[in-house]
């Protein structure tokens, strides 16, 4: 695939250089910090598990952003939850946590000389679990060696009083904490036809108590969900940015066989985000968010062949060529 590129003519020394992820953790530690993605049997979402819905959002597919998930025994049938009484697989999870956290850990140390770690518990909701499991994995999480802190993805609804406490508790011994909560939009119309089953009308006062309690808040928001144009995508943005953030993760969407989504595109019912509007998107979000908001994430996409669409997300390559460039021509270097 080939994309026309816009011309350079920026002068970098006149150049705002984007507060990346890496940029961020290099300033807070002084060296390269890598985070570990961690994918572990049992865990699931409410809009999963029947809770709330099934089916979870209508283009989950967590294999295609987890390859841990491929490799997991799929025999093992218990699904966590917060009712959850006993964990039968705890001594599991703590096993595959360490397996998956010295794969990764080794390999970057070996390759890329990283030397310091933090744990992103990556798939499904990672609080949507019995407390006692989740003080268990993130405490072995946090005495791995050379690991820094913990990176948590979840939802707004997923959240407990005490889990903060907990979570603040290891603020207060000097770890980096991280909730990476999945907003995706503020459209209620949105999030009821991508099946999210929840709302965002507590987002903005948990945002505000979780960072009260010394944890730092990343808002991940999708571009391209259906029905959705420019103006309301900007609008999601700027609203999270009210609420006030430490991070955010940007996400185009896009269609991987076996879902929901991939059913709409099928019957000509969704539309996937062209490139030049999402690098349009991209360029128009970086003029309102402010620079001291640390950027996780600007690209996204699925290099294997159950990708359908959009087929530029096959490489991330050529996502970032392209979005540097776009970059560059506004003063901001990636």
């Known amino acids: 695939m080939t994309i026309q590129n816009p011309s350079i003519n920026k002068d970098s020394t006149q150049m705002r250089t984007l507060r990346t992820i890496g940029r961020y953790f290099k300033e807070r530690f002084g060296t390269r910090v890598r985070k570990i993605p961690i994918s ?29 998930l491929k490799t997991l025994d799929s025999t093992i049938k218990t699904k966590m939850n917060f009712t959850l009484k006993n964990n039968p697989i705890l001594s ?61 993805g979840t939802r707004t609804d997923c959240i407990e009083s005490k889990l903060l406490d907990l979570l603040s508790s290891y603020t207060e011994r000097g770890f980096e904490i991280w909730l990476e909560y999945g907003v995706q939009s503020v459209f209620d119309q949105t999030l009821e036809l991508i099946n999210r089953a929840e709302d965002m009308q507590n987002a903005p006062a948990l945002f505000k108590t979780t960072r009260e309690k010394g944890i730092k808040v990343c808002a991940h928001l999708i571009y391209g969900l259906p029905n959705e144009n420019q103006e309301m995508m900007l609008h999601s943005l700027q609203s999270v940015l009210s609420w006030g953030v430490d991070g955010l ?42 620079p001291e908001i640390v950027i996780q994430r600007i690209s996204s996409g699925a290099h294997e062949p159950s990708l359908l669409a959009p087929k530029w997300c096959f490489d991330k390559n050529i996502q970032m060529r392209y979005l540097r460039d776009l970059l560059r021509e506004i003063g901001i270097l990636y």
């Open 40 to 68: 572990l049997q049992g865990f699931t979402c409410p809009n999963i598990d029947g809770s709330k819905a099934r089916g979870g959002c209508i283009y989950c597919c967590n294999e295609s952003f987890s390859p841990s």
């Open 92 to 152: 599991t999870q703590l096993t595959q946590l360490e397996q998956q956290f010295y794969w990764h850990a080794n390999f970057h140390k070996e390759k890329f000389d990283v030397q310091k770690y933090m744990i992103y518990f990556q798939s499904y909701t990672n609080t949507y679990a019995p407390f006692d499991t989740l003080k268990a994995l993130y405490d072995k999480a946090l005495s791995l060696p050379n690991v820094v802190g913990l990176s948590i």
């Open 249 to 290: 993760k940007l996400h185009p969407l896009y269609v991987i066989e076996n879902t929901h989504l991939a059913k709409m595109y099928k019957k000509g019912e969704y539309t996937p985000i062209s490139l030049q509007d999402y690098g349009n998107l991209i360029v128009e979000s970086l003029k309102i968010i402010p």
